[in-house]
């Protein structure tokens, strides 16, 4: 059974104040707003509304929690880039994700969705340096990638994994597309690792040669 298949809403909350106690592993997703980070959560929890998908990107202003069958709780993190939202709103997201991604003790992993178009812009650099101090593991999913040619996607997999390569071997980055369903298999693998879950039931993750016989 997939790993976030069967995800259940929990609470959300608007200050660190308010966090819920530490119960279960925690994996975090994050992402700059308009990146296609709720789309890449309902995607991968086969559900259409769970992430709220909003049409004005940087509303959404809460921290979302949601229990996995696992046990394991999934995060649904602000965007951040806020391009329209006031400056005071701004600061108060920052000092909370700031807070969380620091703090957070049942924190085990983070998943940074970066548009595969314009990654790792400086605020995408600012979440690694928050994250990287504490030696937890950061996934990259390189979303939209249906939108680029298929050399341009290798591309720009192979230029992010030679950036991010100088601050660890505990960031791994992928491709990923909620439209085309491309890269699934490669997110639940990695989560069911961090988790320490057996990954015998997960799809297998298709071979490049699969891949281009399916035309993806």
């Given at each position: 059974?997939?790993?976030?298949?069967?995800?259940?809403?929990?609470?959300?909350?608007?200050?660190?104040?308010?966090?819920?106690?530490?119960?279960?592993?925690?994996?975090?997703?994050?992402?700059?707003?308009?990146?296609?980070?709720?789309?890449?959560?309902?995607?991968?929890?086969?559900?259409?509304r769970l992430a709220f998908v909003s049409k004005t990107?940087?509303?959404?202003?809460?921290?979302?929690?949601?229990?996995?069958?696992?046990?394991?709780?999934?995060?649904?993190?602000?965007?951040?880039?806020?391009?329209?939202?006031?400056?005071?709103?701004?600061?108060?997201?920052?000092?909370?994700?700031?807070?969380?991604?620091?703090?957070?003790?049942?924190?085990?992993?983070?998943?940074?969705?970066?548009?595969?178009?314009?990654?790792?812009?400086?605020?995408?650099?600012?979440?690694?340096?928050?994250?990287?101090?504490?030696?937890?593991?950061?996934?990259?999913?390189?979303?939209?990638?249906?939108?680029?040619?298929?050399?341009?996607?290798?591309?720009?997999?192979?230029?992010?994994?030679?950036?991010?390569?100088?601050?660890?071997?505990?960031?791994?980055?992928?491709?990923?597309?909620?439209?085309?369903?491309?890269?699934?298999?490669?997110?639940?693998?990695?989560?069911?690792?961090?988790?320490?879950?057996?990954?015998?039931?997960?799809?297998?993750?298709?071979?490049?040669?699969?891949?281009?016989?399916?035309?993806?």
């Amino acid at each position: 059974m997939p790993i976030f298949r069967n995800a259940r809403f929990e609470v959300s909350i608007a200050k660190s104040g308010d966090l819920p106690p530490p119960e279960g592993a925690e994996i975090a997703f994050a992402g700059r707003s308009n990146a296609g980070k709720s789309s890449a959560i309902n995607t991968l929890a086969d559900h259409t509304r769970l992430a709220f998908v909003s049409k004005t990107p940087g509303r959404t202003q809460l921290i979302n929690f949601f229990r996995l069958d696992c046990g394991a709780v999934l995060v649904d993190l602000p965007g951040y880039g806020y391009a329209k939202v006031p400056e005071n709103i701004r600061r108060q997201w920052q000092g909370l994700l700031e807070h969380y991604l620091r703090k957070r003790e049942n924190l085990i992993g983070l998943v940074l969705i970066m548009d595969s178009r314009h990654p790792l812009t400086p605020l995408d650099r600012q979440m690694i340096d928050w994250f990287v101090p504490g030696g937890r593991p950061i996934h990259v999913l390189l979303t939209k990638c249906d939108k680029l040619s298929r050399n341009e996607a290798a591309a720009t997999l192979a230029s992010v994994r030679r950036e991010v390569a100088a601050l660890g071997p505990q960031i791994s980055v992928q491709l990923f597309s909620s439209l085309k369903k491309i890269g699934m298999e490669e997110v639940e693998h990695k989560v069911a690792g961090w988790l320490g879950l057996p990954s015998d039931d997960l799809p297998a993750i298709p071979t490049p040669a699969q891949l281009r016989a399916a035309g993806k």
